[in-house]
């Protein structure tokens, strides 16, 4: 009965392709977020979607492009991926953007 | 922009002693506090959320205090056990709220030795 749930849980894809991290939130909360903790366990936002509209988004390469088919779900889409791309995944969500955030296990990326 | 910054780095005590991690933040002007638990390999499990007009916040061994003026929040663990053992983060929110996000430290490494 998993609140937020991220698959896959491990993805490992050589350079220069295009892969998708999907999230699902059964918790019934209107603001999703993409976080990245890096190989320094250093955990930093990417983007926030609120009812489907992007909120924000933090001088993240174009290459990542988050697409939120409906309230309960945020994907993460990242075209030509690169060495630097590899790091751990999170995405969590609240019910709105000034009440607690729960996170998902996580996606660790490895690009090779 | 916010800094987050938690002291100290890494912690190793044996079980039972009582426990006080730090945070502090450059920007005052939150919205709320949050302290999580990671433990290796996992995600984050949220522990308390203190919202900015409150002074601390309680669930079972843990006490969060905030001291939002002076960019200060403490986490308090009571009698230790080899089950606390994980990295704690603690994440300020921003007066944007969604729009802000949450912003990171680097967390306390906590090993609680039995």
């Known amino acids: 009965d998993t609140a937020v749930s991220q698959t896959p849980k491990y993805l490992v894809t050589q350079m220069g392709n295009d892969k998708s991290i999907k999230c699902e939130q059964n918790?019934?909360?209107?603001?999703m977020y993409w976080y990245k903790q890096d190989s320094k366990k250093f955990l930093k936002i990417m983007f926030s979607?609120?009812?489907?509209?992007?909120?924000i988004n933090e001088t993240v390469p174009n290459r990542f492009s988050p697409k939120s088919p409906d309230k309960a779900h945020l994907n993460l889409h990242i075209n030509s991926l690169e060495l630097g791309d590899s790091a751990v995944y999170f995405c969590?969500?609240?019910?709105?953007?000034?009440?607690?955030?729960?996170f998902g296990q996580g996606t660790r990326l490895t690009v090779v | 922009k916010q800094e987050v910054t938690q002291i100290p780095a890494a912690l190793s005590v044996p079980e039972g002693e009582n426990l006080v991690l730090n945070c502090s933040f450059t920007?005052?002007?939150?919205?709320?506090l949050q302290w999580f638990r990671q433990d290796p390999g996992k995600g984050l499990t949220s522990l308390l959320l203190?919202?900015?007009?409150?002074r601390e916040q309680t669930s079972g061994r843990l006490n969060a205090s905030l001291d939002k003026s002076s960019g200060r929040s403490t986490l308090y663990i009571a009698a230790s056990q080899p089950g606390d053992s994980a990295t704690y983060l603690c994440?300020?929110?921003?007066?944007?709220?969604?729009?802000?996000?949450?912003?990171f430290g680097k967390g306390t490494h906590l090993i609680i030795q039995p």
């Open positions: 969590a969500s609240s019910p709105t953007g000034y009440t607690e955030a729960f």
């Open positions: 918790l019934g909360h209107d603001t």
């Open positions: 979607y609120n009812n489907k509209e992007l909120i």
């Open positions: 920007d005052s002007a939150i919205y709320n």
């Open positions: 203190i919202q900015s007009s409150q």
């Open positions: 994440a300020p929110q921003g007066s944007g709220g969604g729009a802000d996000g949450l912003t």
